[in-house]
């Protein structure tokens, strides 16, 4: 304790609390995992891009097209596609979830639990799309180079907005919870349609217009990438619910509910304590608040319960 604890045992304490307080533990756990969910959302999402490229560029000239893709377009992708959006990412809110998951293994590599597979295969539906988009333009007649840089940049953005979560839907998060990465996508989108209508920029980068036809094609084939990592989010969800045996997970508690296993005769601490309990859905904590004694006043009860879940925040992995 770094209040009422001695300078001896705060000097050999590995954790030292500077308010005493035990809750500030669980807060301490919540930020830590947001910030490696986050790092773990941000190399998911730039090795995903990176990847596409690379995909594009070794499979290209295997299909007779000669350069898919220019310095300056790469360069530009890289910046642009990947900076900004990446930085939002980076200022993504904790997941509801957060602290219902178990602690992951000290060991365990930011690559586990199926991140480089993600990478692998989003970043080779990428590729292929654009890809595709581009032997068909070539085929065709089109500006297939202009439609591949577009197409890659498309993809990436929709990617950003999908990985957000690796197993809620955006649908469900919404924007409102990261508007910075919503304005930050629909400017890099403006901007980076604005590239293929500005004289100067078509010079840059050795850019075509795209008709409104071939406009409206890159911008469906583009949203692929976002699809599939829902599609892949679905299935995990669907694999976890069947996992769980019937009658394995507590039904969600209501205040009421919360309030009669605390026990109407306890007083006001107890209650107020339950209602805090409403958010965690835990039927332990409930449980093991009967056991508490009864004579605990408000803000030891508030410690007891911390006590308890970060006793179970730091049980050992299944």
């Known amino acids: 304790m770094g209040q009422a604890g001695t300078e001896v045992s705060k000097q050999a304490a590995d954790m030292v609390l500077a308010d005493d307080n035990f809750a500030t533990i669980v807060k301490a756990v919540r930020e830590g995992r947001r910030i490696y969910d986050n790092l773990r959302r941000f190399v998911r999402y730039g090795l995903t891009g990176g990847s596409a490229e690379i995909w594009v560029m070794l499979a290209a000239p295997l299909f007779g097209l000669p350069l898919a893709l220019l310095p300056a377009q790469i360069l530009w992708i890289n910046l642009v596609t990947h900076g900004l ?55 065709t007649g089109r500006p297939w180079q202009t439609m591949i840089f577009t197409s890659l940049a498309l993809l990436q953005l929709g990617n950003a907005l999908a990985v957000r979560s690796e197993r809620q839907s955006v649908f469900r998060l919404g924007l409102g919870s990261n508007r910075f990465l919503g304005w930050t996508v629909l400017g890099t989108l403006l901007v980076q349609l604005g590239l293929l209508y500005w004289p100067p920029a078509q010079t840059a980068l050795d850019l075509q217009p795209l008709t409104l036809a071939e406009l409206a094609i890159v911008l469906v084939a583009s949203t692929t990438a976002f699809w599939a990592i829902e599609a892949e989010k679905l299935v995990s969800r669907l694999r ?17 509910e919360a309030d009669q296993c605390a026990g109407e005769t306890e007083g006001a601490p107890r209650s107020a304590l339950a209602l805090a309990l409403r958010d965690h859905n835990d039927t332990f904590l409930v449980k093991s608040l009967q ?11 508030k410690t007891h319960w911390a006590q308890i879940h970060v006793a179970r925040l730091f049980e050992c992995c299944p």
């Open 240 to 256: 976890a619910s069947r996992r769980i045996p019937p009658g394995g997970r507590a039904a969600p508690l209501r205040p009421v």
């Open 291 to 301: 056991l508490a004694p009864a004579n605990r006043t408000a803000p030891t009860l």
């Open 85 to 139: 959006p990446g930085l939002a990412l980076g200022v993504e809110q904790a997941e509801p979830d957060t602290m219902g998951r178990p602690p992951r293994r000290p060991g365990e590599s930011i690559f586990a639990r199926g991140l480089w597979q993600h990478v692998l295969a989003m970043g080779l539906l990428t590729g292929t799309v654009s890809l595709g988009l581009g032997i068909w333009g070539h085929a």
